[in-house]
């Protein structure tokens, strides 16, 4: 099989937008890891940003993450994305690393810290305000880590009240999105453990607030696709967060552990009508402690890139034929056979096609960029979390 003009039209839509943190410093629990030429503020983490779209055409814009991504000026940060061929994206609040919130943020019984984390995301949404972002994305760490410690329902009832504060204050052109995680830091229970808690608070707030899905978010064999399948079908979809995970929440290279199951999460998202949609967000989620930040960028995107063609490539007249006919091996043979369809040339040819190096990553390497900026920031202070 190859790849028709048709997928070479729809895969000239895509678009992935790259996580800022991803050009920062970072590492495991135990330790946070240096690298040469690591970003050291906002400014130069969209600078690295705007080289994986220069080389791959796939990485649009950039998220924020506020107060890590704090500047004087937004217009100014928005400019220089801008000049530098990129546009500023979804903000992301954070109310997990601030001593206040230890035993909660938006979920708090006290009334102060609670306020303090709602005022937070009031904050990220004059930030929205002034760099021209659609989404304010909310994770929340807030959890108990023992039986009793605290009232399961009150904490659901607090975090409907914070909800209903935050998405009264965005725009008419801007939406709430939720993700959910199932554990940690919190061990006992999670406040928004599940896609199923994200869909029932985003519902009770209206049109405007949807669910994130944070592919390394789900307990093991976990079928991920089924969840894109019905937040899809019930129109709740709002973001995505790729990354890949051997163990947990990794936020490993996306497509590393399992790139089967990015391919059948794409094929989900097509048949859904979620791609190339508006509506629906497609974001990396990703943090390099080992390999260089923005060679991890690029094989990323082209990874997602890989899946979407080989996705698309699916015979889904034959694939409906088999279904009906209840014929198991024939639609499977119909999936797997697209699966196994190296489409690394036919990328790399139409690529050329389009101004772009038919090898991004060799490209990348040859450019000289690593080198200049490992040079070039010496001294400083490095971009890492939390700052």
């Not at 330790?31 to 690591?38: E, H, W």
């Amino acid at each position: 099989m190859t790849l028709t003009d048709d997928i070479r039209s729809q895969l000239a839509l895509q678009a992935i937008e790259l996580p800022s943190w991803a050009f920062g410093n970072s590492g495991t629990r135990f330790k946070v890891f240096s690298t040469a030429g690591t970003a050291r503020d906002p400014f130069e983490k969209v600078s690295d940003a705007a080289q994986v779209h220069k080389h791959t055409g796939l990485a649009p814009s950039v998220a924020l993450h506020i107060p890590w991504d704090k500047v004087d000026s937004y217009a100014d940060l928005r400019k220089h994305a801008q000049d530098s061929g990129v546009e500023l994206g979804t903000v992301n609040s954070n109310t997990f690393q601030d001593d206040d919130y230890k035993f909660g943020s938006v979920t708090h019984h006290d009334d102060r810290i609670r306020q303090k984390a709602i005022d937070h995301h009031f904050e990220c949404i004059d930030v929205m305000n002034e760099t021209g972002s659609r989404d304010l994305k909310i994770w929340l760490a807030d959890g108990t880590n023992y039986p009793g410690q605290d009232s399961l329902r009150a904490r659901q009832d607090r975090l409907a009240d914070s909800l209903q504060k935050i998405y009264e204050r965005i725009g008419d052109d801007q939406r709430l999105v939720l993700e959910y995680k199932f554990f940690e830091p919190a061990f006992y229970h999670t406040d928004v453990p599940d896609w199923g808690t994200s869909f029932a608070q985003t519902s009770a707030l209206g049109d405007r607030a949807l669910v994130c899905l944070d592919t390394g978010h789900h307990a093991p064999g976990t079928n991920i696709e089924f969840i894109v399948m019905q937040l899809l079908r019930l129109g709740k979809l709002g973001s995505f967060d790729f990354n890949s995970r051997f163990y947990a929440d990794d936020d490993l290279i996306v497509g590393a552990a399992d790139p089967f199951q990015l391919f059948r999460i794409v094929f989900e998202v097509i048949q859904g009508g979620g791609y190339a949609n508006p509506d629906v967000a497609f974001m990396l989620d990703q943090c390099h402690n080992l390999e260089a930040k923005i060679p991890g960028q690029i094989r990323s995107v082209l990874n997602v890139q890989e899946a979407t063609a080989k996705a698309l490539l699916v015979d889904t007249e034959a694939l409906a034929a088999a279904q009906r006919a209840n014929d198991v091996l024939a639609a499977n043979t119909v999936f797997m056979d697209a699966f196994n369809t190296d489409v690394r040339a036919d990328l790399a040819a139409w690529r050329e096609t389009r101004g772009l190096p038919a090898d991004p990553m060799a490209a990348y390497k040859a450019s000289g960029y690593q080198e200049k900026i490992e040079a070039d920031r010496v001294g400083g202070t490095q971009a890492s979390w939390g700052a």
